[in-house]
């Protein structure tokens, strides 16, 4: 299981090669480092939706509230079913719904979401209001960590912790660097668990490329009876690739002929 | 045309290839020179053009992360107590995710913040709607105390940033993401709250504003003839004056924006229209929607009818 979750991973950093060769370009750091997260949710059984029926009751809610990291997150919808591989050809293209930021003309979108800080106020209250109705519907948010500079983010996390949203879980993708460059030289966030533990969410600290790791955690929550989770899943910015590990260069860019075949001999082959 | 090069020592840029960010940027840099108080106010988007100024300023180089809000407050903040900063993010972040802020830490006490808004319009044509701002002169006009500037090209967005900074109370630039055509030659280009005749015509005035979009209209009424075309860079205050001259005498105008015709230039100058000089008035803009298709900028324009092309079919279905 472990092995085939680490081949879909493998699958989702290709696609997001070729997105961001084949179009304007992508944010390939970003997009590279939330993989093993996406998988983990979509291919591991742990997120309840249906492809064939994205709007179903009661189902789980994904926000990915990092919107900019797009084409990893298309390439996992797509891959999941919710719409055609074929159509990741369409990335950025004119007349194509899948533009540089998700909306919900996109199957599967719950949000739309790129403009950083949105994504927790709102899933706050997808889960209140899941608990209202008695619905079965966990809501799993992934930030960036850059993102968590935000104060609307502190905001949902203290009224999370308010209203006992155990059915709420947000996923940090903390690749340590966000656009102008390293996180903690930007604007630190550190202590960051501690942050996290302060605002009453049941916190863990999990290697976020390790899907054995992810998948045990995401089975098991909530980790705690009546507190919101915190999944701090530590990273590398632009993982899989020599040129875009750990630099903010790759933040966003357009990958060339020779770098899209470079990166796709990284990745293991053509495809 | 005169190189801005030519305009000032250490300057050097092409207008024709230069955005008026970028423009913004280096005008900021010189200040910054000329001037100790100078501050960058950033949130996390200083590579945006924005690198030169933390290379060489990195002490005044004000990152706050990704956090507009506190960016925008700080900004107030620092200008009270003696600075002078430029707060340098995309439009939509400034005016509207930290929008109280720009109007009671700004606006009320008059802090001398010029608000520097990148990615205006529908440029950032591929990104999607999250990150279009086609509300922030809607938003911006409707603040007391704030200037309102979208300039016509990178020579006037680098005088602009000069004229903003010199008026030393609240200013709102709205910058746009694209090169595009040069319409000014250095020194002439700006005034706050004149707007400029750059063809004259008996039959109809166009007025309009903004990156590309002004020298597209230049190129619609070049075909449609005897009309006259208003650069109108100062959006609030605008220039009434001029306006009601212009249109005392041709009897019919037409306004062309990139922003929703509700609440930007077109809006303005029927404001002015209704109360001083009614005449017939047609508002060219993007429509009261989300934009959720993609495309590169030209074909954003052609698509909402801002090229020429679309300008000048426009203008002849109204006035036939
Ligand atoms: C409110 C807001 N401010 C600024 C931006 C511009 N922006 C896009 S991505 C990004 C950096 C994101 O960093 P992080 O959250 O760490 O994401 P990651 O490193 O995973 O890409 C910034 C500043 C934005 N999209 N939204």
Not at chain 2, 303 to 316: H, I, T, Y
């Given at each position: 299981?472990?092995n ?22 992508a ?15 979509y ?22 509230s990092?919107?900019?990291s ?21 990335y950025?293209?004119t ?16 949000l ?7 994504g927790?106020?709102v899933?706050?209250?997808l ?19 850059g993102?968590?500079?935000?104060g ?6 203290m ?6 949203l ?39 600290e ?13 089975h ?52 | ?39 960058s ?11 030169e100024?933390?290379?060489r ?7 706050f ?59 950032a044509?591929?990104s ?42 609240p ?43 002004v ?24 220039d009434r004056?001029?306006?009601v ?5 041709t ?5 062309v924006?990139?922003h929703?015709?509700i ?15 009614p005449?017939?008035?047609r ?7 989300f ?8 074909e954003?324009?052609r ?14 279905a109204?006035?036939?």
């Open positions: 299981m472990v085939d979750l680490a081949e879909r991973a493998r699958t989702l950093r290709k696609h997001v090669v070729h997105l961001a060769a084949d179009s304007p370009g944010h390939v750091g970003g997009s590279m480092s939330v993989v093993e997260i996406l998988t983990t949710l291919f591991d059984g742990v997120l309840r939706v249906d492809p064939a029926d994205p709007a179903r009751p009661g189902r789980d809610r994904l926000i990915f990092k919107g900019h797009s084409a990893a997150y298309y390439a996992a919808l797509a891959e999941a079913g919710f719409f055609p591989v074929s159509e990741l050809d369409t950025k293209k007349g194509s719904r899948l533009a540089g930021h998700p909306h919900t003309g996109v199957p599967g979108v719950e739309a979401t790129g403009s950083l800080g949105h927790l106020p899933g706050v209250g889960a209140m209001a899941a608990q209202a109705q008695g619905l079965p519907s966990r809501v799993f948010v992934i930030v960036g960590d993102e968590c500079q935000e609307s983010v502190w905001e949902a996390a009224a999370a912790a308010h209203y006992q155990d059915n709420l879980v947000v996923i940090v993708d903390r690749n340590g660097i966000q656009e102008d460059g390293p996180t903690e030289e930007i604007m630190a966030l550190e202590p960051f668990a501690d942050k996290w533990r302060a605002f009453g969410w049941a916190t863990v999990v290697d976020g490329h390790d899907v054995g790791e992810l998948s045990n955690v995401l098991e929550v909530p980790l705690t009876w009546s507190r919101p989770t915190a999944i701090i899943a530590k990273t590398v910015k632009g993982k899989g690739l020599s040129f875009s590990e750990n630099t903010n260069a790759w933040h966003y860019g357009h990958l060339s002929a020779d770098l899209k075949q470079q990166a796709l001999q990284e990745l293991g082959g053509a495809s | 045309m005169t190189a801005l090069a030519d305009l000032r020592e250490g300057v050097r840029f092409d207008p024709a290839t230069t955005t008026a960010f970028e423009a913004c940027r280096l005008a900021q840099l010189d200040l910054a020179r000329e001037d100790p108080r100078v501050v106010v950033e949130a996390d988007l200083g590579d945006c053009w924005g690198l100024f933390r290379e300023m990195p002490d005044r180089f004000l990152d992360g990704i956090a507009e809000a506190s960016a925008v407050g700080a900004a107030a903040g620092l200008a009270m107590g003696g600075k002078r900063p430029f707060l340098n993010t995309f439009g939509t972040f400034a005016l509207m995710r930290a929008a109280e802020q720009v109007r009671l830490d700004i606006c009320y006490h008059r802090a001398p913040v010029v608000i520097a808004g990148m990615f205006t319009g529908i440029a044509g591929f999607g709607p999250t990150h279009h701002a086609i509300e922030d002169v809607s938003v911006a006009r409707a603040l007391p105390n704030l200037t309102v500037i979208a300039p016509a090209d990178a020579v006037q967005a680098y005088d602009a940033t000069r004229a903003a900074f010199a008026h030393n109370a200013v709102y630039l709205r910058l746009g993401v694209e090169p595009g055509p040069q319409v000014y030659d250095a020194h002439e280009s700006f005034e706050i709250g004149r707007g400029r005749v750059l063809r004259e015509g008996s039959r109809l005035t166009i007025v309009t504003c903004g990156v590309t979009i020298p597209e209209v230049l190129k619609a009424a070049e075909r449609l003839g005897d009309v006259e075309v208003i650069d109108m860079p100062t959006i609030k205050p605008i004056e001029l306006l001259r212009s249109a005392s005498r009897g019919r105008v037409v306004t924006e990139e929703s015709t609440g930007g230039l077109g809006s303005a100058v029927a404001e002015v229209l209704a109360e001083h000089a005449v017939p008035l508002r060219i803009g993007l429509p009261d929607a934009v959720k298709e993609i495309g590169d900028y030209a954003q324009l698509r909402f009818e801002l090229d020429a092309e679309g300008v000048e079919r426009q203008v002849r109204w006035v036939s």
